[in-house]
Structures are given as structure tokens and as C-alpha cells.
């Protein structure tokens, strides 16, 4: 399953409960606010044995890099949701 997270992790809990709920094989992209969780510390400890994709225009356009995750671009974020059918947005 394709998890999609948008909101920051500094001001809502959505990333860490899909973490909580995701399984093996489960995939993680990262894309508005959400891309700040792969620039710090401590939410790229907790991202670690996570697949991880981020969307490199949210990073772009925040002046971030991500320090964990893959980066993709608007035709990668299409690619995986197309493999996964139906994604779950948080």
C-alpha cells in the first residue's frame, strides 16, 4: 500500500500514526509539509527502515534537502500511485 502524507509532523500527528498502522511492503511518500520530516533528526531516525519517497518540488519550494527518502518529481508521484491503485492520504 501506498501511504501519502501531507500535513508537517511538527503541528498535526498524521505521520506518526501511518507509521503506526503501516505494514511490511508498505511504501511512504512525502509531499507538502510533509517533506520537513525527512530534513530532521529525529523524524529520519523514525523513518528509517521505512521505503520512503519524497516529492522533490515540496523540497524545492521549502528550500529543503532531504537527508533520507527518494526523491521524485510530479511523474514519479503519479508512477506510485498508479502501481498502488489507490493510495491512503493522511
Known amino acids: 500500500m501506498l501511504h501519502v502524507v501531507s500535513q ?3 503541528s498535526h500527528s498524521m505521520l ?3 507509521l503506526d498502522l503501516m505494514q ?3 511504501q511512504l511518500l512525502l509531499i507538502q509539509d ?4 525527512a530534513t530532521t533528526n529525529h523524524w529520519v531516525q523514525q523513518l528509517q527502515d521505512k521505503e520512503i ?3 522533490q518540488e515540496d523540497l524545492t519550494a ?9 526523491p521524485v518529481d ?3 508521484y503519479v508512477a506510485l500511485v498508479v502501481k ?3 493510495p491512503l492520504c493522511w
Open 8 to 10: 508537517s509532523p511538527f
Open 34 to 37: 510533509a517533506v520537513i520530516a
Open 62 to 70: 521549502r528550500g529543503l534537502t532531504a537527508k533520507i527518502g527518494i
Open 74 to 76: 510530479m511523474a514519479g
Open 84 to 86: 498502488h491503485n489507490s
Open 16 to 18: 506518526q500514526r501511518c
Open 24 to 26: 511490511a511492503g508498505d
Open 53 to 55: 519517497y519524497v516529492l
